[in-house]
Nanobody
Framework: QARLVESGGGLVQPGGSLRLSCEVF????????VGWFRQAPGKEREGIACILNSDGRVRYADSVNGRFIISRDNATKTVTLQIDGLKPEDTATYYC????????????????WGQGTQVTVSS
């Protein structure tokens, strides 16, 4: 069982940066892989990045072009997503999710989800 709480979203101008946090409330943080996803209005939820908490291995979606960096802090049980060079098309609700064992980027393979945090990129 895991509970996830996202924070860090907001309104940002194009070209700006945001750091999203996902706090993982679970008995064994290292057991989980945590992924970041986003869903824009009228679009399907898409995977961005995933990190394996046990050893820090990461996986990014092919569409990610270096503007997104996922990392973890085992001491605080937090997974962060740094987003630089924000664009209006990055506007979406961003979710973190957890699954056991290994990383995937398909939303339907994750069993535990946070409530989401809204990111709006606009001038």
């Amino acid at each position: 069982q895991a509970r996830l709480v996202e924070s860090g979203g907001g309104l940002v101008q194009p070209g700006g940066s945001l750091r999203l946090s996902c706090e993982v409330f679970a008995g064994t943080f290292d057991y989980y892989a945590v992924g970041w996803f986003r869903q824009a209005p009228g679009k399907e939820r898409e995977g961005i990045a995933c990190i394996l908490n046990s050893d820090g291995r990461v996986r990014y979606a092919d569409s990610v072009n270096g503007r997104f960096i996922i990392s973890r802090d085992n001491a605080t049980k937090t997974v962060t997503l740094q987003i630089d060079g924000l664009k209006p098309e990055d506007t979406a609700t961003y979710y973190c999710a957890a699954r056991g064992v290994n990383c995937r980027l398909r939303p339907d393979t994750f069993g535990y989800w946070g409530q989401g945090t809204q990111v709006t990129v606009s001038s």
